[in-house]
């Protein structure tokens, strides 16, 4: 099947920081990718779809200007945590669709401390 | 109420054993159905997609009752690899946004 990898897998950071994810479709071109984020023993949960050369489409209470997403190619979208809170830990985890399938990346586990 | 909803267990089975759960999804004009098997710490990986006519692919069979608007897995001969979380996904919309159930957990036990 189709790869998706994520990087980092795991970051710990200080309250304040930003953190920045990257999401990249290894063997396949994405116009679109989703991002989500599971919180222990929660189901995911969507917080936008990326697309790309466009604006991300934010599921309602995320917020935006705290989760900025950039898709600037066929290949990568990233997502950044600005000015990170303990309350934002969480795993976060991209997915990109391919033949109708939807494949995950590997997730990264933030922990701001 | 939540999209999409599943008993979270855990169900505990005995190796060989059958063991089969449901999950009920609110929007019926959803599409698509989806099992995904998580492994702790892990991303979801998509077990089988769910036919309206029923679908089986190994010891894994998966129904979809869309009057009562719920999907059903079913393991027969569990193995002890078996033991995970497994999500039930629904897909509502052409773009694919998926819903996510919050999964149940299943524990084969030897």
């Known amino acids: 099947g189709a790869v998706v990898s994520q990087h980092p897998s795991r970051v710990i950071c200080k309250s304040g920081t930003s953190v920045k994810i990257e999401c990249r479709s290894l063997d396949f071109q994405a116009t679109t990718m989703f991002w989500y984020r599971q919180f222990p023993k929660q189901s995911l949960m969507l917080m936008a779809t990326s697309n790309e050369g466009s604006k991300a489409t934010y599921e309602q209470g995320v917020e935006k200007d705290k989760f900025l997403i950039n898709h600037a190619s066929l290949t990568l979208s990233t997502l950044t945590v600005t000015s990170a809170h303990p309350e934002d830990s969480s795993f976060y985890i991209c997915s990109a669709n391919s033949y109708n399938e939807q494949f995950f990346g590997p997730g990264t586990r933030l922990t701001v401390l | 109420r939540k999209e999409v909803e599943q008993d979270p267990g855990p169900f505990n089975v005995p190796e060989g054993a059958t063991v089969a759960f449901n999950c009920t999804y609110s929007?019926?004009?959803?599409?698509?159905f989806f099992w995904y098997r998580q492994d702790c710490r892990k991303e979801p990986k998509l077990l089988m997609s769910v036919y309206s006519s029923g679908n089986e692919d190994g010891r894994f069979t998966a129904q979809l009752n869309r009057a009562s608007q719920y999907i059903s897995l079913l393991i027969r001969d569990s193995k002890l690899s078996d033991s995970a979380t497994y999500l039930c996904?629904?897909?509502?919309?052409?773009?694919?946004?998926?819903?996510f159930g919050a999964g149940t957990q299943v524990v084969v036990t030897p």
């Open positions: 929007n019926s004009a959803s599409q698509s």
């Open positions: 996904v629904v897909r509502s919309d052409s773009w694919g946004k998926l819903q």
